[in-house]
């Protein structure tokens, strides 16, 4: 069965710190690895990361696919207090199932001033 | 950036009512929709594949009898939840996937929160 597993599950921090969160997954046919923030409701697309794609930077924000270890890590660098969100990351089937995400248990980020 | 919607955005009903959700893509069409479910401080679970014109697709432990997909156009798809219980109680999101561009890439609908008295 496909899993993908993140941790930390909750994680509290201050203003300016830099957090690295992790996620590891088992997949018979993996295409992709997305990372999304939800805040109060549906999740926010952050990166997408693929064979072809393995490191990804936005302002504070990267991530790094590592596809011998089969994990990735999002970093946030100078964390502020509107980066409190849950962090979720998913990876994307190929084969029949293509489009299908499925999503770690989410890491709770909560930024303190 | 391509646009979800759902309605209603929260809603309370008595025990052994049924409830419609809806989801629609706002400025594109979408072939397929994802219908997911959220408990508290839990992720999102795959629910349901929607693809337009024909049946969906149940992960596995869903009931399709007590989870009605309907998408019978290229922007709306529906979940009625039949006959809702307590436990049905939760955070429905639902997605859709581009047609064109980035296949990989799915946009999600702010979400309706069910509770079930």
């Known amino acids: 069965e496909d899993k993908v597993v993140q941790s930390p599950l909750s994680l509290v921090v201050h203003e300016g710190d830099t957090v690295t969160l992790n996620c590891s997954y088992e997949?018979?046919?993996?295409?992709?690895l997305l990372w999304y923030k939800q805040e109060k409701k549906a999740p926010t697309f952050l990166f997408m990361l693929?064979?072809?794609?393995i490191e990804k930077k936005s302002g504070r924000l990267s991530s790094i696919l590592d596809k011998k270890e089969l994990s990735s890590i999002l970093n946030i660098t100078a964390t502020q207090t509107g980066d409190s969100a849950i962090y979720l990351c998913?990876?994307?089937?190929?084969?029949?199932?293509?489009?299908?995400?499925?999503f770690g248990q989410g890491t709770i980020l909560t930024v303190h001033p | 950036g391509a646009v979800v919607s759902q309605h209603p955005s929260w809603v309370i009903c008595k025990s052994g009512t049924s409830v419609k959700i809806e989801c629609r893509s706002l400025?594109?069409?979408?072939?397929?929709m994802f219908w997911y479910r959220q408990f508290p401080k839990q992720s999102l679970m795959l629910m349901a594949t929607?693809?337009?014109?024909?049946?969906?697709?149940?992960e596995q432990g869903v009931e399709k009898d007590k989870f009605l997909i309907n998408h019978a156009s290229l922007t709306l798809s529906t979940l009625t939840v039949t006959s809702a219980h307590p436990e049905d109680s939760s955070f429905y999101i639902c997605?859709?996937?581009?047609?064109?561009?980035?296949?990989?890439?799915?946009?999600f609908g702010p979400g309706t929160r069910l509770t079930v008295l």
């Open positions: 997949v018979t046919n993996f295409r992709s």
């Open positions: 693929t064979s072809s794609g």
């Open positions: 997605s859709a996937r581009v047609p064109s561009g980035n296949y990989n890439e799915q946009f």
């Open positions: 929607s693809n337009e014109g024909s049946k969906a697709t149940y």
């Open positions: 998913a990876f994307n089937a190929g084969g029949t199932s293509y489009g299908k995400l499925t």
């Open positions: 400025d594109f069409q979408a072939t397929t």
